[in-house]
């Protein structure tokens, strides 16, 4: 429980808050009184902090290059989603991922391919589905693939340790 300010207190806090302009984007409202301690308006208080559900993070600069050394060799398991439908290739993924995760694989190369002009379907979903809450608990990151593992057709994902599911 918070203490009453003494009137001392209150009679500074008058002299302070009369030197003091808000800022024209954001004004305060504060309640003061001799009982009552001081509070913010609860609509000036800030928001809670909400889990990210938006894009995927990039896999860390370092953490991609032990990838493709690593993949150079002993290559990486890879799934090739080409020539499938978006539902036929978003449950071929969350399998291979689930199963990839489950033998405590650290990376993998999903080959999505460029599309006819360059933007293809499934390489413009891969991203979304990776950041559904599905996969988003074993997915790290993802970038995309060296040119000998794809390039801009394939990305490299990289998924959490198994005990660090949050």
Do not use: C
Not at 21 to 47: F, G, I, M, N, Q
Not at 87 to 106: I, M
Not at 126 to 135: H, I, S, T, Y
């Amino acid at each position: 429980m918070a203490r009453r300010p003494l009137p001392e207190e209150l009679k500074l806090w008058v002299q302070v808050t009369a030197t003091v302009r808000p800022h024209p984007e954001k004004v305060v409202r504060s309640v003061v009184t001799a009982d009552a301690p001081l509070r913010l308006d609860p609509k000036d208080a800030p928001k809670p902090r909400v889990l990210p559900k938006g894009p995927l993070d990039s896999i860390e600069p370092n953490r991609r290059r032990r990838i493709v050394v690593q993949a150079k060799g002993d290559p990486l398991r890879r799934i090739d989603l080409h020539g499938m439908t978006q539902s036929a290739a978003r449950q071929a993924l969350v399998g291979f991922l689930t199963r990839a995760f489950e033998d405590h694989d650290r990376a993998v190369l999903v080959i999505t391919g460029k599309g006819v002009q360059g933007d293809g379907v499934l390489r413009r979903m891969l991203p979304q589905w990776l950041a559904e809450p599905e996969l988003r608990v074993m997915v790290a990151g993802m970038s995309l693939a060296d040119p000998h593992h794809g390039g801009a057709g394939a990305a490299y994902v990289a998924l959490k340790r198994r005990g660090k599911l949050t």
